[in-house]
């Protein structure tokens, strides 16, 4: 059974910084890229960052490119997302998802909440 | 960047009834377009991909249609389950994989 199971979300201070983490099972982790995708309250859906199968290349949506970093440890079947000068406008459900360009498989979602 | 646009932004149907969702590409997908359904507090499922073919589990009354900018999802006879939020995503241009901002089908 694949499982996607997101952690590390909660609440940080504008400014402030958060590591998502995405523990993967069920599937070959490391033959596959992997996405980060948001929504934020009562909105649609976002994606926010890629990363290819074995981390070489990454990708960002415009809106995070230099704040945000991804990664991922296939070694540990996780991926990452390092989010740093959170801005209210962050604050979303973060999904990670398995990316063949279409999201087949997705995490439960974590939410992250931005406010002083 | 592929805009991608939904019609309606809601639609009211009794169940049993069928059910049409548009999506609309500012430009050419060929047939690089999925979609998916997302249910309150739920992540979003998969329903199709390649515009018409139809995600593992999925049930037949579920179908898409389309090519280029204009595709449809149709449900034959909605079933309660099937009462959720509709998002259309292009992958032609990749990334982003853009999403439109979803049809949501509630209860007549």
């Known amino acids: 059974e694949v499982q996607l199971l997101e952690s590390g979300g909660g609440l940080v201070q504008p400014g402030g910084s958060l590591r998502l983490s995405c523990a993967v099972s069920?599937?070959?982790?490391?033959?596959?890229?992997m996405s980060w995708l948001r929504q934020a309250p009562g909105k649609g859906l976002e994606w926010v960052s890629a990363?290819?199968?074995?981390?070489?290349?990454?990708y960002y949506a415009d809106s995070v490119r230099g704040r945000f970093t991804i990664s991922r440890d296939n070694s540990k079947n996780t991926l990452y997302l390092q989010m740093n000068s959170l801005r209210a406008e962050d604050a979303a459900v973060f999904y990670c998802?398995?990316?063949?360009?279409?999201?087949?498989?997705w995490g439960q979602g974590i939410r992250v909440t931005v406010s002083s | 960047e592929i805009l991608m646009t939904q019609s309606p932004a809601t639609l009211s149907v009794s169940p049993g009834e069928r059910a049409t969702l548009s999506c609309r590409a500012s430009?050419?997908?060929?047939?690089?377009l999925a979609w998916y359904q997302q249910k309150p507090g739920q992540a979003p499922r998969l329903l199709i991909y390649?515009?018409?073919t139809r995600a593992t589990g999925i049930p037949a009354r579920i179908s898409g249609s389309g090519s280029g900018t204009e595709f449809t999802l149709t449900i034959s006879s909605l079933q309660p389950e099937d009462f959720a939020v509709y998002y259309c995503?292009?992958?032609?241009?990749?990334?982003?994989?853009?999403f439109g901002p979803g049809t949501k089908v509630d209860i007549k």
């Open positions: 390649g515009a018409s």
């Open positions: 995503q292009q992958y032609n241009d990749w990334p982003p994989g853009t």
């Open positions: 998802a398995r990316d063949r360009k279409v999201y087949e498989f």
């Open positions: 069920g599937f070959t982790f490391s033959s596959y890229a």
């Open positions: 430009e050419s997908l060929g047939s690089n």
């Open positions: 990363i290819s199968d074995n981390g070489g290349r990454t």
